[in-house]
C-alpha cells in the first residue's frame, strides 16, 4: 500500500463557504500535471503496464468497441484525485465522480484492488505520487478567476481518456494539426459543475503525450484550461492553440463509427474527420482547430464532455445535446435562452436507463462547439 501523502492543509468551514476558486483551479492544473506524469511513467515501464491491464467487463465497456480496456493510470488518477480532494475539502470528496472502479482482475486471475496487495507496483507507485510537480498558470488569468461558494460544486473526471489510444500506443495519423489516432489524443480530463444548475463552471484538460521531443527520446504534455461563473470567462487557449489545418471548408470531427449517410449529410457544408477519443475530439474545437464535434449516438459520457465542456463555454461555446437540436426546426433561431437549455447537465443521472453503466451515458449524443454560429449548419445539414 501507498504510504500517505503529506496532507494538504484542511479547509475550515468558514473558508469552504467562500472557497477561493483560484486555489482550487491551481490545485486541480497541478493535479493534472501529475496524473500526466502518472500516465508516462506507467506506459514506459513494461512490467508494470502490462501486469495491471485488463479488458473491461460487460457491465462496465463502452459497447461501441469490441475491445475496452482499463489500466492502472485510470484508476489510480481517479483515486488520487478523490483522496486529495478529500483532505484538502472534506465536503466535496463525495462529489468527486469518475468513471472507474477500484477492483482489478491482473493476469493470474486476482482480484487486486488498486494501492493495496502489490508492493512491486506500490514501490513504483510511490515515487511517482510523491515525486514534485509544479505547474505555474499565468498569474494575471489566475487573478480574474472569480470566487463561487465549494459546497456548489462537483467534479467529473476521466483519468485517461481514449484509453484504447494508451493502451496500444499506435504512432499518430493526422491531417494537419489534428490527430486522428495515436497517444496524442489521449488526454486527463477534469470538469468542475454547479450541482444547482448542473452546468459547468470550469474544464481542465491536459495532453500527457502532445508532443515528442526527439532530443531526450521522451513525451512532454500540455495542460489547457478555463473558468466560466458569474459573468466572467477566462481560459489559457490563445496562447496554446496551434495553427488550424488548411481546409476549404470548415471542419467538424467525428468518430470512424458514425453512420455513412450522417457523413455524407455533414460532408456538404464540412470538411469531415474522424478522431479518437471523445475529450481529443472536443479538444480540438476548443482550439479553433475544428468547428464542432458530433456525436449523434450515446456513445460518450458526463466524465468525458465535462472537461471539455467547462473549457469551451470559457471560450464562449459550449456542447449541446444532439437530438434536441436537430429536434428543432432547420430555419428557427437559436435564442440565448434555447441555447442555454440545450446545455448537457452533470448533476442528474439519466432516468430509467436500459442498465446501470449507462445512468451517466450523453444518451441524447452531444456537439461541442466554440462558435454558436456553427449550430445552425449543423442543423441545415441533418435536415437536408
Known amino acids: 500500500m501507498l504510504p500517505p501523502p503529506s496532507p494538504p492543509p484542511v479547509i475550515n468551514a468558514l473558508f469552504q463557504h467562500c472557497f477561493i476558486m483560484a486555489e482550487l483551479i491551481k490545485t486541480l492544473l497541478s493535479f493534472s500535471e501529475r496524473a500526466g506524469e502518472i500516465a508516462r511513467a506507467i506506459r514506459q515501464e513494461p512490467k508494470l503496464f502490462s501486469l495491471l491491464v485488463e479488458e473491461k467487463g460487460e457491465g462496465e465497456k463502452n459497447q461501441r468497441f469490441a475491445h475496452d480496456f482499463k489500466t492502472l493510470a485510470d484508476v489510480l488518477i481517479q483515486e488520487a484525485l478523490r483522496h486529495h480532494v478529500a483532505r484538502m475539502i472534506p465536503s466535496l470528496a463525495e462529489w468527486v465522480q469518475g468513471e472507474e472502479s477500484a477492483e482489478f482482475?491482473?493476469?493470474?486471475?486476482?482480484?487486486?484492488?488498486?494501492?493495496?496487495?502489490?508492493?512491486?507496483?506500490?514501490?513504483?507507485?510511490?515515487?511517482?505520487?510523491?515525486?514534485d510537480v509544479t505547474f505555474s498558470p499565468d498569474p494575471d488569468l489566475m487573478e480574474r478567476v472569480p470566487d463561487l461558494p465549494v459546497e456548489h460544486l462537483g467534479i467529473w473526471i476521466d483519468p485517461v481518456d481514449s484509453t484504447g489510444e494508451y493502451v496500444r500506443g499506435r504512432p499518430s495519423q493526422a491531417k494537419g494539426s489534428i490527430h486522428q489516432q495515436g497517444l496524442q489524443c489521449v488526454t486527463v480530463l477534469i470538469g468542475v459543475f454547479d450541482r444547482r444548475s448542473g452546468l459547468p463552471v470550469a474544464g481542465i484538460i491536459n495532453q500527457p503525450f502532445a508532443s515528442f521531443n526527439e532530443s531526450n527520446k521522451s513525451w512532454e504534455g500540455k495542460a489547457y484550461w478555463g473558468v466560466s461563473y458569474g459573468g466572467t470567462s477566462i481560459h489559457n487557449l490563445a496562447s496554446s492553440a496551434p495553427e488550424p489545418p488548411e481546409t476549404s471548408l470548415p471542419v467538424v470531427v467525428v468518430s470512424s463509427s458514425e453512420e455513412p449517410a450522417l457523413h455524407a449529410k455533414l460532408s456538404r457544408r464540412f470538411t469531415v474527420l474522424h478522431a479518437t477519443g471523445a475529450g481529443y475530439k472536443q479538444l480540438v474545437v476548443a482550439l479553433g482547430l475544428a468547428a464542432a464535434s458530433l456525436s449523434s449516438k450515446g456513445s460518450t459520457f458526463r466524465w468525458d464532455s465535462a472537461a471539455p465542456h467547462g473549457l469551451l463555454r470559457a471560450a464562449g461555446g459550449g456542447v449541446v445535446v444532439y437530438r434536441r437540436l436537430t429536434s428543432l426546426s432547420s430555419d428557427q433561431d437559436i435564442s440565448a435562452e434555447t441555447l442555454e437549455e440545450l446545455q448537457i447537465r452533470y448533476h442528474k443521472p439519466n432516468e430509467k436507463p436500459a442498465q446501470p453503466s449507462l445512468q451517466w451515458c450523453n444518451e441524447g449524443g452531444l456537439v461541442a462547439y466554440r462558435d454558436p454560429k456553427v449550430l445552425a449548419t449543423v442543423m441545415e445539414c441533418v435536415a437536408e
Not at 105 to 131: F, P, Q, S, Y
Open 105 to 131: 482482475t491482473n493476469t493470474l486471475g486476482e482480484k487486486i484492488t488498486v494501492l493495496d496487495g502489490n508492493k512491486e507496483a506500490a514501490d513504483i507507485l510511490a515515487a511517482l505520487a510523491h515525486r
